[in-house]
């Protein structure tokens, strides 16, 4: 299985903040790489998908990049909205995996 | 926009078989992939397995002795049978349908169910 490893677990950020969140795959995927946001009770929300495509109806303060094995899901101005729980998924190989997640707390 | 919805008792017992169905609206079943997801409470999501309008399958190997999914087109659904239950299994299971892009990203999502393994 390709292993997924997000960093950092948790991050505090305030209104405005720009952050970056990375996600480390086990082994080369390619851009087989997608970013997910979900708040508390909530299913995800695909916000990336194929590493730097933004999906429809998302904000474009978000933003990815990267490939083979490192990519990062940036948010350029946080707004209070944006606290949640980002996962990145890869779907190079079967089983998909999902990185641990990252929590983005005020 | 595809919507899906999960339904499915909220209580199993330990050793027992839970069944889960996931109904499709605003579009046919009859066409990609559909799949099963699942998030213990807390923790990181976990993928079970997809099935093709065709009624190919393909499961996570560490479930694959103890999972099934069907699909049944004249209902617009399908759905997911889990074997042998113990605590561990313990989670929301969402159905999703990945994109149509064939990049296997999940961009439909149900609402999700939570399945409690209790005695």
């Known amino acids: 299985d390709i292993q997924m490893t997000q960093s950092p677990s948790s991050l505090s950020a305030s209104v405005g903040d720009r952050v970056t969140i990375t996600c480390r795959a086990s082994?080369?995927?390619?851009?087989?790489l997608h970013w997910y946001q979900q708040h508390p009770g909530k299913a995800p929300k695909l916000l990336i998908y194929?590493?730097?495509s933004l999906q429809s109806g998302v904000p474009s303060r978000f933003s990815g990049s990267g490939s083979g094995t490192e990519f990062t899901l940036t948010i350029s101005s946080l707004q209070p909205e944006d606290f949640a729980t980002y996962y990145c998924?890869?779907?190079?190989?079967?089983?998909?995996?999902f990185g641990q997640g990252t929590k983005l707390e005020i | 926009q595809v919507q899906l919805q999960e339904s499915g008792p909220g209580l199993v017992k330990p050793s027992e078989t839970l069944s889960l169905t996931c109904n499709v609206s605003?579009?046919?079943?009859?066409?990609?992939?559909w799949s099963w997801i699942r998030q213990p409470p807390g923790k990181e999501l976990e993928w079970i397995g997809y099935?093709?309008?065709?009624?190919?399958?393909t499961y996570n190997p560490s479930l694959k002795t103890r999972v099934t999914i069907s699909i049944d087109t004249s209902k617009n659904q399908f759905s997911l049978n889990l074997t042998s239950l113990t605590a561990a299994d313990t989670a929301v299971y969402y159905c999703?349908?990945?994109?149509?892009?064939?990049?296997?990203?999940?961009?439909?999502w149900g609402q999700g169910t939570l399945v409690t393994v209790s005695s």
């Open positions: 999703a349908r990945p994109d149509t892009t064939g990049w296997f990203s999940f961009e439909s």
């Open positions: 605003g579009g046919s079943i009859s066409s990609y992939y």
């Open positions: 099935i093709y309008y065709s009624g190919s399958t």
């Open positions: 082994q080369s995927i390619s851009t087989y």
């Open positions: 194929a590493a730097s």
């Open positions: 998924q890869q779907s190079y190989s079967t089983p998909y995996t």
